[in-house]
């Protein structure tokens, strides 16, 4: 049998049956011959084998037949093979958390060995909002009489040292707490701020981030919005109390951001910068129908859920824009991966780990008995927010303050149980709230350039046959491709770039290689760009970790 | 081999056995610890097992709260505390003694007593009158193996079993079906 001597395109395939044997073996070998970059799953360390998606009978769109990389085919082809693999994250940053005390900063980053961390100082204030941007850590720190250190500040991500203030609101209300949020209108992205100002108002800023402003943000562009009393409601919704909200969270696909206290909580769209009602949450019902007192509202194990009234100390929601809350709880965490609410109580000791259906409009009351929840005693940590990959933060508050990484034991079945890792020791008192990770980030647009030169066994000058291509996870699991468009432009250096080719539903998983169809990456190449945005239909996106390029020339 | 040898021998093969013996007990007892007790050890990974549904009377935990918020709840509906029914609380799963005692209408009031200062009594003040709140340590939740609640007629329900709702370092709450 005669071996494959070009590239394989699509209608080359479609055309007989053995050439789809044979460009199935070529890829195969190509798989073959690099296959040092198995993944691995976090759980139980089997490799996570990768498959190799053809350019088949379906051809490119359609989704071509897939081999398994584990069946063998003789390596006697001429040949030549390169491969790498480089870091790309869909994200602000890599897995990470930010820990804010009264006088520092300090990022941990939480896939390196040792969890390695970063510090930035701060002017000494108990109180902080926090949310992880693309300039690095916004805080918002509350008004105790001192202008020196309350309003916005940014640890920079690329500049570790001091903490710097990007925005001093005149008229923040004496111990009014600031909460801060970031979000991007069309491609233009934003940092956004909500406080109680001195006439007692709710009061909403936002600005545009540009990084060839100082700090990043173009606070000359500010523009901001005065609403009703602090402690008058809207819509269903009641006051939060004259010193504003303690929590907030952010949906970015509605651009919704909502603040709460433990009283009660508001709403504001940072695009139209209209007031938010009750009725705007998907889920508003499961905390009862404020119109009909005797409506029901939703039990989750020890949680009564609450959209209005009584809520948890620090504000949150889920990916999916739901708002989750209770009375007594301290906080929540939505973990996208194996779709769970993490949940604790006020004073730390209960931890509570439920599905996330229980919380969707839709849902029901949920119970150890339906297994739909369970309740974890003495897992100390108030503070929560999830990495995205299947673990969340908590913090221990205190002195000094104790960082974990809690994680499912067995994602298929909470009553497993949680693993509890300690992962740092803070000097001084996490006095804090979420997102402090990143999770409810938009996407930020990706660009990047794999330059074949820098991939192992790439021969400058020689014609590329085929390339393939696939990512990974930052949970290492197999995952699906959310949220996220996958565009390629393969080009020889010093050439003017081709269009991008949307490949989005063909790298679809994470457990699978896609070979990229030759008339869009072969021939004179020697670089390709890949290009990842959000798809705009959801925030619950894929966290992806690196970028595999494999080929052969 | 002489007897200082002969000593010295037994004296290492003594040693040896010790740290056999350590070196099987440390771990076994290390793995079954349940966290948050001590303060963690960074890097230190522990699993955390949920509150089963229910807890038998017979096996409550050792390390329960003394503090416990306890929902009666009389065969479907919640214990009224205007019906003179007394709830009594026994060590053993049958016969004996009550060695503690409880009036449905002291529901009403227990919430407020002293000692129980903590924040969670704030979000008592809210819940339903079949809830009770004992907080001051005269009872001994180890003890309780049976309770028993007896209505003015002489009807009488029983339970041998608690679920957990709400677990905290110092408050736990239970709910309690009587059949």
């Known amino acids: ?553 | 081999m002489n007897l200082k040898k002969q000593k010295k021998f037994a004296l290492m093969g003594a040693l040896g056995l010790a740290m056999f013996v350590a070196s099987v007990i440390i771990p076994t007892s290390c793995g079954s610890r349940t966290p948050v007790k001590k303060p963690f050890v960074v890097g230190e990974k522990v699993v955390v097992t949920p509150l089963p549904e229910k807890y038998a009377l017979a096996s409550l935990p050792a390390d329960l709260p003394r503090k416990i918020l306890l929902t009666f709840d009389g065969g479907g509906k919640q214990v009224d505390p205007d019906s003179g029914a007394l709830i009594l609380f026994y060590d053993a799963l049958e016969g004996g003694e009550a060695f503690y005692s409880i009036a449905a209408a002291d529901f009403k009031f227990i919430h407020l007593r002293t000692g129980c200062a903590s924040g969670d009594v704030a979000l008592l003040d809210n819940s339903v009158e079949s809830d009770v709140l004992i907080c001051d340590g005269s009872l001994d939740l180890n003890r309780i193996r049976r309770m028993e609640l007896v209505y003015p007629s002489g009807k009488k329900k029983v339970a041998t079993s608690l679920s957990p709702e709400y677990h905290e370092d110092e408050v736990m709450a239970a709910g309690v079906l009587f059949r």
């Open chain 1, 1 to 553: 049998m005669k071996r494959p001597t070009k590239a394989l395109s699509a209608n080359d395939v479609r055309s007989s049956a053995w050439r789809l044997c044979l460009g199935s073996a070529a890829l195969l070998f190509i798989g073959a011959a690099c296959s040092n970059s198995t993944s691995y799953d976090s759980e139980n360390k089997a490799p996570a084998k990768k498959s190799v998606k053809a350019a088949g009978a379906e051809g490119i769109a359609g989704g071509g037949k897939t081999i398994s990389k584990g069946e063998a085919v003789p390596r006697s082809d001429k040949s030549a093979t390169f491969s790498g693999e480089v870091p790309f994250q869909s994200v602000a940053s890599d897995a990470e958390a930010w820990v804010v005390t009264s006088t520092n900063v300090t990022r941990i980053e939480l896939n390196k060995p040792g969890w390695p961390k970063t510090q930035w100082s701060l002017p000494a204030n108990d109180g902080n909002r926090t949310y992880v941007s693309e300039l690095g850590l916004l805080i918002g720190r509350t008004n105790r009489g001192s202008a020196t250190n309350r309003g916005v500040w940014l640890a920079r991500r690329d500049q570790p040292g001091a903490s710097v203030k990007i925005y001093d609101p005149a008229d923040m209300g004496n111990q009014s707490r600031l909460s801060v949020t970031s979000f991007k209108i069309g491609s233009q992205p934003y940092i956004g701020f909500a406080y109680a100002s001195a006439s007692g108002n709710k009061k909403f800023v936002r600005m545009p981030i540009d990084k060839t402003k100082p700090n990043g943000v173009d606070v000359a562009r500010k523009e901001e919005r005065e609403f009703g009393p602090v402690s008058a409601g809207l819509g269903g919704f009641s006051g939060v109390g004259s010193t504003g909200a303690y929590g907030s969270f952010m949906d970015q696909t509605r651009k919704a951001f909502y603040l709460g206290s433990g009283s009660g909580a508001w709403g504001v769209n940072v695009e139209t910068m209209a007031e938010l009602p009750l009725s705007s949450l998907p889920n508003w019902r499961i905390g009862g129908d404020p119109l009909n007192p005797a409506a029901p509202k939703r039990k989750i194990c020890n949680f009564t859920m609450g959209t209005s009234g009584s809520l948890s100390y620090a504000l949150s929601g889920d990916l999916k824009g739901n708002l989750v809350a209770s009375a007594g709880a301290y906080t929540f965490a939505h973990d996208p991966v194996n779709n769970v609410i993490f949940g604790n109580s006020s004073s730390g000791g209960a931890f509570t780990v439920a599905k996330q259906q229980c919380v969707e409009a839709n849902g029901a009351d949920c119970s150890i008995a339906a297994d739909s929840c369970h309740i974890f005693p003495n897992v100390p940590v108030g503070p929560m927010s999830a990495v995205g990959d299947g673990r969340v933060v908590g913090i221990q508050r205190g002195s000094p303050s104790r960082v974990f990484l809690i994680s499912l034991k067995d994602k298929a079945n909470i009553k497993a149980g949680v693993e509890v890792t300690s992962i740092a020791e803070i000097p001084g008192d996490a006095y804090m709230y979420n997102d402090f990770t990143g999770v409810t980030l938009y996407a930020p647009d990706q660009i990047k350039v794999i330059d074949f030169k820098s991939l192992s066994g790439f021969q400058a000058g020689k014609p590329v046959k085929q390339v393939v291509a696939g990512w990974s996870a930052q949970s290492k699991n197999r995952e699906d491709l959310r949220g996220l468009k996958l565009e390629l432009a393969c080009y020889k250096t010093g050439k003017s770039k081709p269009t991008y080719v949307d490949y989005s539903s063909q790298l679809k998983n994470s457990a699978s290689l896609f070979a990229i169809d030759a008339k869009d990456c072969s021939g004179d190449i020697d670089a390709i760009e890949v290009k990842m945005s959000s798809d705009g239909t959801t925030n619950n996106f894929t966290r992806l970790s690196t970028f595999e390029i494999r080929g052969a020339q």
